[in-house]
């Protein structure tokens, strides 16, 4: 039986269980697009701001909800530090309010109704929504249900008291990190082309006397497949040992099986393959059939990369 998420209560997750820290390595700088997958125009300072203008606070009193919460608390319960560190935060100009930066405290806003960012990571403000990471065990299918009768996602998505969806798939014999999400505008960016987010996997192969030298710059430069050439974005080889070889391929694509049959094409056939990173987002420790909640970094930037 898998273990149970260590998810807080507030977002319908078990009550049981302590906390997982957090696998997430914040990346070097967040990927800003707009909401068509295009990259944000703008220097890299202004990136970071998730693209809003300079408008002062002083912006029309209709952007803000004079009954609403003050945004410093907001802030603060979102883990940002005490209201003190999330004035500080304001002051210095790196909190957006609806895509206007805002410098002046006191500011009362409408957590369920407006979009705030910090350094261009979005706030999920929205507790209703859930986005989780699971660790798919090998010989689980990526659907809710199977005509078959093999096991499914159903057994991990029933955990938790939202409906949650599988956020792209991972083949039967595949394992590693799959998101699963309530938010469908979310869900449908990650997956769309447009918005290129990378994925990486660990690929483990029979390769008597070590992998061939011309096996990673073939994954790089591209392969031919029978639906269209692909190509990895990065490959580099993590171990051998004269009898198998592990090698490392970060990509951009989605086509079905893409990765097995990368490896295929050049006379490899995989014994185990695992998804580690969608992202921003690592599986790190989680042990297959393990789960847990984003963090709020995570989904922060997660959905700052597509838009949001």
């Known amino acids: 039986m898998a273990n149970r998420p260590s998810s807080s209560s507030r977002r319908g997750a078990p009550a049981s269980g302590s906390r997982r820290r957090s696998a997430f390595t914040p ?5 800003l697009r707009d909401d068509q997958g295009r990259p944000r125009a703008g220097s890299a300072a202004q990136s970071t701001r998730s693209g809003a203008d300079d408008t002062p606070a002083d912006a029309p009193p209709a952007q803000y ?17 005490s209201r003190r560190a999330c004035e500080a935060l304001i002051s ?17 806003i409408d957590p369920a109704r407006q979009v705030v960012h910090v350094d261009g990571r ?5 507790e209703g929504k859930t986005t989780v990471v699971l ?7 990526s659907a809710m249900s199977d005509p078959e009768g093999r096991r499914d996602l159903s057994e991990f998505a029933d955990q938790y008291s939202q409906r949650l969806y599988h956020v792209g798939r991972l083949d039967y014999e595949t394992e590693g990190l799959l998101l699963l999400t309530n938010d469908g505008e979310l869900a449908h960016r990650l997956t769309h082309p447009s918005f290129e987010i990378e994925k990486t996997y660990v690929c483990r192969f029979h390769a008597p006397g070590g992998p061939p030298r011309s096996l990673v710059r073939s994954l790089r430069d591209g392969v031919e497949l029978e639906d269209g050439p692909a190509r990895a974005d990065k490959a580099r080889v993590l171990a051998q040992d004269g009898r ?11 086509r ?17 393959l695992v998804r580690t990173r969608i992202g921003p987002v690592l599986l790190g420790d989680l042990a297959p059939g ?5 963090t709020d970094r995570e989904l922060g930037t997660l959905m700052a990369e597509v838009g949001l």
């Open 65 to 81: 909800a004079q009954d609403g919460e003050r945004l410093q608390k907001v802030l603060a319960r979102a883990g940002f530090g």
């Open 290 to 294: 393990q789960m847990r909640e984003l």
């Open 92 to 108: 210095s100009g790196r909190v957006t309010v609806d895509g206007k930066t805002v410098h002046t405290q006191g500011v009362r």
């Open 122 to 126: 979005r706030l999920q403000l929205d």
């Open 244 to 254: 198998e070889a592990v090698v490392e391929v970060t990509l951009h694509e989605g």
């Open 27 to 31: 990346p070097r700088a967040v990927r």
């Open 135 to 141: 660790h798919k065990p090998r010989k689980v299918v």
């Open 256 to 272: 079905n099986r893409i990765v097995r049959r990368m490896f295929a094409s050049q006379g490899f056939e995989l014994t185990r």
